[in-house]
Each structure stands twice: as structure tokens, then as C-alpha cells.
Nanobody, 123 residues
């Protein structure tokens, strides 16, 4: 088991920035590929970004590429999502997810999930 706790969400104006964190506990963090997903009201959960266990490989959704950066610090058992140039359509609950296997963009394949953190971008 691995426990995931997100933080860093909040209200920001369009064009602003936020950095989300996902703190992991319970098992060796570096054994897990991790990712970020988001869910807006009335919509399905969608892929945002993922990073491999070592941090050497990343994958982004087209809608956030060039604006968001995923990273991890295995020594601190923490993953991050730096979000720049935020848009109102980025408004959603952001979830971090983990799995021992690289799962890419498929949310159904991730075994562990956090509770989410709300990000609201005003226009």
C-alpha cells in the first residue's frame, strides 16, 4: 500500500501559476510511477501528466504541454506539478495516482489514488 496526499490547490486568476504537491508514504516511493489526473464538474477524469520511477521519462496531455511540468523528488517522497499560464478550463479537482508499473495515460490502470485538491482558475 502507498498513501498519497495532494496539496497546493487554490484559487488563481487566469495567467497565474500554482504548484501542486503529492506526498507519498507507506512504501518506497521510487518503486512507483506516478501521475496527475483531473476531473471537472460533470466531466470524466482525464489524464494530465505522468513521470517514470526514476524521473527520466514524462508524458503530458496535449492540453497542458508547454504550460505544466511534472517532477519528483524521490528523497522527499514527493511529486510535483508546476502549472503556469493557467486557464479557466484548467479548473478541476487534481488527483495524484501511483502504480508500480508505468501506466501512462490510462487512469483505470493506476492502483493508488489521493483524495484530490481543488484548483480554480478565474477569468
Amino acid at each position: 500500500q502507498v498513501q498519497l496526499v495532494e496539496s497546493g490547490g487554490g484559487l488563481v486568476q487566469a495567467g497565474g501559476s500554482l504548484r501542486l504537491s503529492c506526498a507519498a508514504s507507506g512504501r518506497t516511493f521510487s518503486n512507483f510511477a506516478v501521475g496527475w489526473f483531473r476531473q471537472a464538474p460533470g466531466k470524466e477524469r482525464e489524464f494530465v501528466a505522468t513521470i517514470s520511477r526514476s524521473g527520466a521519462s514524462t508524458l503530458y496531455a496535449h492540453s497542458v504541454k508547454g504550460r505544466f511540468t511534472i517532477s519528483r523528488d524521490n528523497a522527499k517522497n514527493t511529486m510535483y506539478l508546476q502549472m503556469n499560464s493557467l486557464k479557466p478550463e484548467d479548473t478541476a479537482i487534481y488527483y495524484c495516482a501511483a502504480d508500480e508499473t508505468w501506466r501512462g495515460y490510462d487512469a483505470r490502470q493506476y492502483a493508488y489514488w489521493g483524495q484530490g485538491t481543488q484548483v480554480t482558475v478565474s477569468s
